[in-house]
């Protein structure tokens, strides 16, 4: 993208639009060769990317469920933002790495 200089409202490189997309694409690899049933992923449903990993999940493997943890009340009342699913993920000895 970079060297395409593909820029956005002539601010910045379009280089979230195409990672979402190879991500999902390597997740559903992985599911495949793991025989599972199920992808999922961690976009907030606030924004783009949420679309990004669906759709292509939904293009290139129609079959599988899609999980989208914070799309679901619950979760969201549990862990409103990043801070708290850090929080939550240091208490329980998860190692992260917050942005």
């Given at each position: 993208?970079?060297?395409?200089n593909a820029?956005?409202?002539s601010q910045?490189?379009?280089?979230?639009?195409i990672?979402?997309?190879?991500?999902a694409?390597?997740?559903?690899?992985i599911?495949?060769r793991e025989?599972?049933d199920?992808v999922?992923?961690g976009?907030?449903?606030?924004?783009?990317?949420?679309?990004?990993?669906?759709f292509?999940?939904?293009?290139?493997a129609?079959?599988?469920?899609i999980?989208?943890?914070?799309k679901?009340d619950?979760?969201?009342e549990?862990?409103?933002?990043?801070?708290?699913m850090?929080?939550y993920?240091?208490?329980?000895?998860?190692?992260?790495?917050?942005?």
């Amino acid at each position: 993208m970079i060297r395409a200089n593909a820029i956005y409202e002539s601010q910045y490189y379009l280089g979230t639009s195409i990672a979402r997309p190879l991500i999902a694409k390597a997740q559903l690899d992985i599911a495949r060769r793991e025989k599972a049933d199920t992808v999922s992923h961690g976009a907030t449903g606030k924004g783009n990317d949420q679309c990004r990993f669906e759709f292509t999940y939904m293009a290139l493997a129609p079959q599988l469920q899609i999980i989208s943890p914070w799309k679901i009340d619950a979760f969201r009342e549990k862990f409103p933002g990043r801070a708290e699913m850090i929080a939550y993920c240091r208490a329980h000895r998860i190692p992260v790495e917050p942005r």
